[in-house]
């Protein structure tokens, strides 16, 4: 396990612990963590689990593959940490992720 800080627009953050292996979004669904649509489930294909991933993570966490870039183009206010949370697996070096839900989704 390894822990997750969602920090939502009004700077309300909620540190929850994630599976290694799960997904970002799949840790904030089953959290409760509001902010987060995930409308399509996780297969890349809505846009509605936008993240902002703090800038002191954004080079651990990685940059969006081609297909999560396409989505993005969808996402409301796309910034260049900006990630789809349903393509950010849980790894035990992502211990403390800190990433930013944006004002809405969509
Ligand atoms: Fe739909 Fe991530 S849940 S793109």
Redesign the pocket.
């Known amino acids: 396990m390894v822990s997750i800080t969602f920090i939502d627009v009004q700077g309300t953050a909620r540190t929850v612990e994630a599976e290694i292996g799960a997904t970002v979004?799949e840790t904030a669904i089953r959290n409760g963590v509001p902010g987060i649509?995930?409308?399509?489930?996780?297969?890349?294909?809505?846009?509605?689990?936008?993240v902002y991933v703090a800038e002191e993570w954004a080079e651990k966490a990685g940059g969006a593959e081609s297909m999560?870039e396409d989505?993005l183009d969808f996402a409301f206010e796309v910034r260049p940490t900006s990630r789809?949370?349903?393509?950010i697996r849980v790894r035990e070096d992502l211990d403390g992720l800190v990433v930013h839900t944006p004002a809405r989704q969509g």
Do not use: I, K, N, V
Request: glycine share 10%; with cysteine.
């Open positions: 979004m649509e995930a409308e399509c489930g996780g297969a890349c294909a809505c846009a509605t689990c936008h999560e989505m789809l949370s349903c393509q």
